[in-house]
């Protein structure tokens, strides 16, 4: 079930790509809308970035943030260099590993409503995390979100493995994922209702997510993760459109549907549990940034450079509303992703 | 690839089946709970009344939890059957126009503002939640072009869940007193519900089935996508209108009674339509039917596994449910 977003009647298709030929060998296609987009959304985040860098409990100028970025010193080095920065860039790099893994996931299901939470990730973090607290299996905190990056891959592998037969049913898969999903749910909110008040406190705040004391120490693992992904997302951005088109018109064009979306999938839950260990199982931006990505550059296919460019722009959006909407309290960025990125979907759906 | 031939039982024979699984659960979650109660007591507390220990537990505990059980079970499964097809989305569950989230958010304002004491007291605000939800989710994906498309439904409906969640989150972030009121009712429970509760929750329920089940027909066609349910003479837009309504008014008196019970009314429909061919004149009956029959299961297993402590109701039907909902999606390709 999908809609196919409609070319505006005014242009017809072929006006509204270029083809490049950089080289005799070579061409390549430009959605020109599309390349318009990326560079407003990458404009975008650059300004979002920078006023939650000098945005917080201490106002630090645009030009006192450059020249501490620049020299590494300075008297806002700590506010600025050791707080702010890293976590910006954590925030940054979770959204649009999720913006991204929404993407490719919500390509190989077909289903808009699907993300890498669907498939059973965000809760396998989220109930391997509880059960590591509950039994005291991990000792450091510092342990956690390799637990939580253990249990996201363990939760969709199983889901994929469950939902495999004579080949992989995008419904039959998010169906199965959902079960899966539902099934972990319940046990941590068991775990919630069971637990002292302070310890379901704890865990609530994790399982919101937020990026409050993060920074380097997250954001290194997490962008080793996205480089070591990039060339299987170049090969991804190819291998989204046929899929679009149905299994049928795919595999008529030569391309391995099974393959071409075990291997979307894995791309996809790989992202998405790296940020989720990252950041705690923040909701909302997989789901939300292809399809707020889709309608903007009004591509028929899930556009996967501008849902990371999106998802980015929610998340650090979001995570500077956490910071200042309610000083001194800190409110968790997965509680106010949606009421940054949802009344924008709101509106686009409801144009006339 | 070989395909096994699967027999489907016909429509009456599954219909009766579900009547029994039924029965049986409600007869269950009479007689069992921390004090057993042998079934020809219960009947004869049911008839006789009388005094005994045993006749006050079964009729002032155990009958308004079974009831409520009962009827937001056959709620639940009824709403997910015609919002799935409303949607024409597998993944569509009765949460989806932002019920389930506007009933929540109903009720932390009414414990954060300590307007309501106890259960009694949520019913009206998770009620009143779950419909302005459901009428701001239809009223923005009815604008723009093609009206309310199944996709911008559930678009609509998933934004505006996420949003009063998130808006939720921000209220429980800051009291911790809320928190640990919202968080009993959140798992979705049928202790401590009273006749009162069902009672309110009795007209809602009549008037919402029978919006329901007067689109069953156009429902089937819906399947066919618009053109075609347009080509067959049905008003695609009113059956969706009018589905949707009486789905919400399902919903929101699901909830309101019974918490935020997931999953239900999103596998239900699946089961009900695998056991039978039939269109949504049968799939809607057997959905309220195994809706009802798993809740109330759920809840009696849940009395069951660690006594004398109980786990809530809402935990139980993904324990029972998850399993059955894998087997059966392993075995036939789904049914969208």
Same mark, same amino acid.
Request: glycine share 14%; hydrophobic share 55%; net charge positive.
């Given at each position: 079930?999908?809609?196919?977003?409609?070319?505006?009647?005014?242009?017809?298709?072929?006006?509204?790509?270029?083809?490049?030929?950089?080289?005799?060998?070579?061409?390549?296609?430009?959605?020109?809308?599309?390349?318009?987009?990326?560079?407003?959304?990458?404009?975008?985040?650059?300004?979002?970035?920078?006023?939650?860098?000098?945005?917080?409990?201490?106002?630090?100028?645009?030009?006192?943030?450059?020249?501490?970025?620049?020299?590494?010193?300075?008297?806002?080095?700590?506010?600025?260099?050791?707080?702010?920065?890293?976590?910006?860039?954590?925030?940054?790099?979770?959204?649009?590993?999720?913006?991204?893994?929404?993407?490719?996931?919500?390509?190989?299901?077909?289903?808009?409503?699907?993300?890498?939470?669907?498939?059973?990730?965000?809760?396998?973090?989220?109930?391997?995390?509880?059960?590591?607290?509950?039994?005291?299996?991990?000792?450091?905190?510092?342990?956690?979100?390799?637990?939580?990056?253990?249990?996201?891959?363990?939760?969709?592998?199983?889901?994929?493995?469950?939902?495999?037969?004579?080949?992989?049913?995008?419904?039959?898969?998010?169906?199965?994922?959902?079960?899966?999903?539902?099934?972990?749910?319940?046990?941590?909110?068991?775990?919630?209702?069971?637990?002292?008040?302070?310890?379901?406190?704890?865990?609530?705040?994790?399982?919101?997510?937020?990026?409050?004391?993060?920074?380097?120490?997250?954001?290194?693992?997490?962008?080793?993760?996205?480089?070591?992904?990039?060339?299987?997302?170049?090969?991804?951005?190819?291998?989204?459109?046929?899929?679009?088109?149905?299994?049928?018109?795919?595999?008529?064009?030569?391309?391995?549907?099974?393959?071409?979306?075990?291997?979307?999938?894995?791309?996809?839950?790989?992202?998405?549990?790296?940020?989720?260990?990252?950041?705690?199982?923040?909701?909302?931006?997989?789901?939300?940034?292809?399809?707020?990505?889709?309608?903007?550059?009004?591509?028929?296919?899930?556009?996967?450079?501008?849902?990371?460019?999106?998802?980015?722009?929610?998340?650090?959006?979001?995570?500077?509303?956490?910071?200042?909407?309610?000083?001194?309290?800190?409110?968790?960025?997965?509680?106010?992703?949606?009421?940054?990125?949802?009344?924008?979907?709101?509106?686009?759906?409801?144009?006339? | 690839?070989?395909?096994?031939?699967?027999?489907?039982?016909?429509?009456?024979?599954?219909?009766?089946?579900?009547?029994?699984?039924?029965?049986?659960?409600?007869?269950?979650?009479?007689?069992?709970?921390?004090?057993?109660?042998?079934?020809?007591?219960?009947?004869?507390?049911?008839?006789?009344?009388?005094?005994?220990?045993?006749?006050?537990?079964?009729?002032?505990?155990?009958?308004?939890?079974?009831?409520?059980?009962?009827?937001?079970?056959?709620?639940?499964?009824?709403?997910?059957?015609?919002?799935?097809?409303?949607?024409?989305?597998?993944?569509?569950?009765?949460?989806?126009?932002?019920?389930?989230?506007?009933?929540?958010?109903?009720?932390?304002?009414?414990?954060?503002?300590?307007?309501?004491?106890?259960?009694?007291?949520?019913?009206?605000?998770?009620?009143?939640?779950?419909?302005?939800?459901?009428? /701001? %989710?239809? &009223?923005? $994906? !009815?604008? *723009?072009?093609?009206?309310?498309?199944?996709?911008?439904? +559930?678009? =609509? @409906?998933?934004?505006?869940?996420?949003?009063?969640?998130?808006?939720?989150?921000?209220?429980?972030?800051?009291?911790?007193?809320?928190?640990?009121?919202?968080?009993?009712?959140?798992?979705?429970?049928?202790?401590?519900?009273?006749?009162?509760?069902?009672?309110?929750?009795?007209?809602?329920?009549?008037?919402?089935?029978?919006?329901?089940?007067?689109?069953?027909?156009?429902?089937?066609?819906?399947?066919?996508?618009?053109?075609?349910?347009?080509?067959?003479?049905?008003?695609?837009? /009113? %059956?969706? &209108?009018? $589905? !949707?309504? *009486?789905?919400?008014?399902?919903?929101?008196?699901?909830? +309101?009674? =019974? @918490?935020?019970?997931?999953?239900?009314?999103?596998?239900?429909?699946?089961?009900?339509?695998?056991?039978?061919?039939?269109?949504?004149?049968?799939?809607?009956?057997?959905?309220?039917?195994?809706?009802?029959?798993?809740?109330?299961?759920?809840?009696?297993?849940?009395?069951?596994?660690?006594?004398?402590?109980?786990?809530?109701?809402?935990?139980?039907?993904?324990?029972?449910?998850?399993?059955?909902?894998?087997?059966?999606?392993?075995?036939?390709?789904?049914?969208?």
């Amino acid at each position: 079930m999908t809609d196919t977003a409609r070319l505006s009647p005014a242009e017809p298709a072929h006006r509204q790509v270029s083809v490049l030929r950089p080289h005799p060998r070579v061409s390549l296609l430009l959605h020109r809308r599309s390349a318009a987009v990326a560079l407003a959304l990458v404009l975008l985040l650059g300004v979002v970035m920078l006023v939650s860098a000098c945005v917080g409990q201490a106002y630090v100028s645009p030009g006192e943030v450059w020249h501490t970025l620049r020299t590494g010193s300075g008297p806002h080095e700590l506010v600025v260099g050791e707080l702010r920065v890293p976590r910006i860039v954590l925030g940054a790099l979770v959204g649009g590993a999720l913006g991204v893994a929404g993407a490719l996931v919500q390509a190989v299901t077909r289903n808009p409503l699907a993300s890498p939470d669907v498939i059973g990730v965000g809760h396998g973090a989220a109930a391997a995390t509880v059960f590591a607290l509950a039994t005291g299996a991990v000792s450091s905190p510092g342990a956690l979100p390799a637990v939580s990056v253990a249990g996201g891959l363990a939760a969709a592998a199983l889901v994929y493995v469950l939902a495999w037969r004579h080949g992989m049913q995008p419904s039959r898969f998010v169906l199965t994922g959902v079960g899966i999903g539902v099934a972990l749910g319940a046990v941590v909110q068991l775990y919630l209702t069971d637990s002292e008040l302070e310890a379901a406190e704890q865990v609530k705040l994790w399982l919101t997510g937020s990026l409050n004391g993060r920074g380097w120490e997250q954001a290194g693992p997490l962008a080793v993760v996205c480089l070591l992904c990039l060339p299987g997302l170049v090969w991804a951005s190819r291998a989204v459109r046929p899929l679009g088109l149905g299994p049928e018109t795919a595999a008529s064009l030569g391309v391995r549907v099974d393959r071409a979306r075990l291997g979307l999938t894995v791309l996809g839950v790989v992202l998405a549990a790296t940020a989720t260990g990252a950041a705690g199982p923040i909701g909302f931006v997989a789901l939300t940034a292809p399809q707020l990505a889709r309608r903007l550059t009004r591509t028929p296919q899930l556009p996967l450079l501008s849902s990371a460019l999106t998802g980015a722009v929610i998340l650090v959006g979001a995570d500077l509303a956490a910071r200042t909407l309610l000083p001194p309290l800190e409110i968790p960025v997965g509680a106010l992703t949606s009421l940054v990125g949802g009344p924008y979907l709101l509106w686009l759906l409801g144009r006339r | 690839m070989t395909r096994r031939l699967a027999v489907r039982p016909p429509a009456a024979l599954a219909v009766l089946g579900a009547v029994l699984v039924v029965a049986v659960a409600g007869l269950l979650s009479l007689a069992v709970g921390t004090r057993p109660v042998a079934p020809d007591r219960v009947l004869d507390a049911l008839l006789h009344g009388g005094g005994s220990p045993d006749a006050l537990v079964v009729r002032s505990l155990r009958v308004p939890r079974t009831a409520v059980g009962l009827a937001a079970g056959a709620a639940l499964g009824i709403a997910g059957a015609a919002l799935q097809a409303v949607t024409r989305n597998p993944l569509a569950d009765p949460g989806i126009l932002g019920l389930s989230q506007g009933a929540a958010a109903g009720v932390v304002v009414a414990v954060a503002s300590g307007l309501a004491g106890g259960f009694g007291g949520y019913v009206w605000y998770a009620f009143t939640g779950a419909v302005v939800a459901a009428c /701001l %989710v239809y &009223g923005i $994906a !009815a604008r *723009g072009r093609g009206g309310a498309s199944p996709v911008k439904l +559930a678009l =609509a @409906g998933t934004a505006l869940s996420a949003m009063t969640a998130g808006a939720t989150t921000v209220v429980l972030t800051a009291d911790s007193a809320t928190l640990d009121q919202f968080r009993f009712w959140q798992v979705g429970a049928l202790s401590g519900r009273d006749a009162d509760t069902v009672g309110a929750m009795l007209p809602f329920l009549g008037a919402g089935l029978l919006a329901v089940l007067a689109c069953a027909r156009g429902l089937d066609a819906l399947a066919l996508g618009d053109d075609a349910a347009r080509a067959l003479g049905h008003r695609v837009g /009113l %059956v969706r &209108g009018v $589905a !949707a309504a *009486g789905a919400t008014l399902l919903t929101a008196a699901a909830v +309101a009674a =019974a @918490g935020p019970i997931a999953f239900v009314g999103l596998a239900v429909p699946h089961l009900a339509r695998r056991m039978v061919a039939g269109g949504h004149r049968v799939v809607l009956p057997l959905s309220g039917l195994l809706g009802a029959g798993l809740l109330v299961g759920a809840d009696v297993a849940g009395r069951v596994v660690r006594a004398p402590a109980e786990v809530p109701a809402g935990v139980m039907t993904a324990v029972v449910g998850v399993p059955v909902l894998v087997a059966l999606v392993r075995r036939r390709g789904a049914v969208t």
